[in-house]
């Protein structure tokens, strides 16, 4: 078969990309089977020699799981560590002490940020949920008042902070500085969330009443009530606030580190190696759950076998999520083999659009397609890429890190697992989550890249 060139090669991505949301959303296939199925099409429709396919398909899988299954799996131990330990119910309390009740949609954006950082946004969501019906019931405020602003904190932190996969992957894919990211990330997401959270919550609680009963909230609250003496035991061995604030940030603190290590040390020394070794996502990653299995399992007396069995449970709902990444990846090699991502790369070059709003656009398009941010940016990063180092307009790697992070946020529909998750535990209609959540996620979209933009303006 003559493989197609030019602008054709531009058709069959549209078609591509159309059947890939057609698959997943109108007729529920699996997206890990559909990213397959349609990368090998792809292939052979664009006239790609069959024997190199798969090859190539197998190729951009790995090389995107080679790191994110490592830090994926890490990260999901970490997290659920915590859980056990009642280390996330203590930065709860600690910071609701601290707050105060009336602001208590400050504190829960907060707690999100801290306790999002080293997990998954599901993973995160399910530790908090248990939190937010607590406080919604302690405090007698609406669940919207303190759950929106605890879902506007992780999503933030999901989609523009490593050592979350996505934002890991772009770090890499764009060659930017890990350290800096992190940094330019809190200046654009912590604003964000502190708008798309507690402020937008504040006003968008007064017109969306949520049902008095709520059969997740009663199942959560009842256990919590029912075992009074067992309760009051294990609420006495819940961890220090400092010793689990120093485990959950302690990733984040050695990785920013290892990427300062040229300005605390001499380059090519043995101190400079260690700290750029300790600095690496996946060893700072280890090492915080080699900590965490002290401070949060041996420490609050768990035995090793439950710290064993606890790390087991952990990785059998993650896996799912790493196999959809990884065939993203594949999806997106294809897209670079087949020569469709240089015809992009050409279409955009033409249209001088700033690569930060490309990145947003692309990541943006794929998100409202597959309804995954993580696939959604792990697939832009890989049309992206090359179009930003061949742009004539360059821009900070970091910039768009969060440019593409920030489209990958956008309106979550009902394509997106997430959406149905925040529906049932807030017992909300569908009608009721398009006003809240999806609408929150398009603020984060939309300011995260409007500050982006600021950023680059001043640096």
Request: hydrophobic share 55%.
């Amino acid at each position: 078969m003559e493989a197609v060139h030019g602008s054709m090669l531009l058709v069959y991505a549209v078609i591509a990309i159309a059947m890939l949301i057609l698959l997943i959303t109108r007729y529920k296939v699996y997206p890990f089977l559909v990213l397959i199925i349609v990368s090998l099409l792809l292939g052979l429709a664009v006239g790609m020699p069959m024997a190199t396919i798969v090859k190539s398909f197998e190729t951009g899988n790995g090389n995107t799981l080679g790191h994110i299954a490592i830090v994926v799996g890490l990260g999901t131990m970490l997290g659920k560590m915590m859980a056990e330990s009642g280390g996330a119910e203590r930065i709860a309390t600690t910071l609701i002490n601290l707050f105060g009740e009336k602001h208590i949609h400050w504190a829960m954006m907060v707690v999100a940020i801290i306790v999002g950082l080293p997990v998954f946004f599901e993973v995160g969501f399910v530790l908090l949920i248990p939190i937010a019906f607590n406080v919604a019931r302690r405090t007698n405020k609406s669940l919207l008042l303190v759950g929106l602003p605890m879902v506007a904190g992780l999503s933030v932190v999901h989609g523009l902070l490593p050592p979350h996969p996505a934002a890991m992957l772009a770090v890499q894919a764009y060659h930017a500085d890990i350290g800096r990211t992190i940094a330019y990330g809190l200046i654009v997401g912590v604003p964000t969330a502190m708008v798309a959270g507690p402020l937008f919550a504040l006003m968008i609680s007064r017109y969306v009443q949520l049902p008095k009963e709520n059969p997740l909230a009663a199942q959560f609250l009842g256990d919590g009530d029912a075992p009074a003496k067992a309760g009051a035991a294990v609420k006495r061995e819940l961890p220090g606030f400092g010793v689990t604030l120093f485990t959950v940030l302690l990733p984040v603190i050695l990785m920013l580190v290892g990427s300062w290590a040229d300005l605390i040390s001499t380059p090519k020394t043995l101190p400079n190696d260690l700290l750029r070794f300790f600095g690496n996502t996946d060893v700072a990653l280890l090492t915080a759950v080699l900590v965490s299995f002290w401070t949060f399992g041996a420490s609050r007396g768990f035995t090793r076998d439950q710290i064993q069995k606890f790390c087991g449970e952990c990785l059998a709902p993650i896996a799912g999520i790493t196999l959809i990444v990884g065939a993203g990846g594949g999806f997106g090699r294809v897209l670079l083999d087949s020569g469709i991502s240089k015809e992009i790369v050409n279409a955009a070059t033409s249209v001088h659009m700033s690569p930060l709003l490309f990145g947003w656009l692309v990541a943006a398009l794929i998100r409202l397609a597959t309804g995954s941010a993580t696939v959604a940016m792990t697939t832009a990063v890989g049309i992206v890429a090359p179009i930003a180092a061949a742009s004539a307009v360059q821009v900070k790697p970091e910039l768009l890190v969060l440019a593409t992070g920030s489209g990958s946020l956008i309106f979550s529909h009902v394509n997106d697992g997430g959406f149905w998750l925040i529906k049932e535990y807030f017992g909300m209609t569908v009608g009721q989550t398009f006003k809240t959540w999806s609408l929150l996620e398009t603020i984060i979209s939309l300011m995260g890249l409007a500050l982006t933009f600021a950023l680059a303006a001043v640096l």
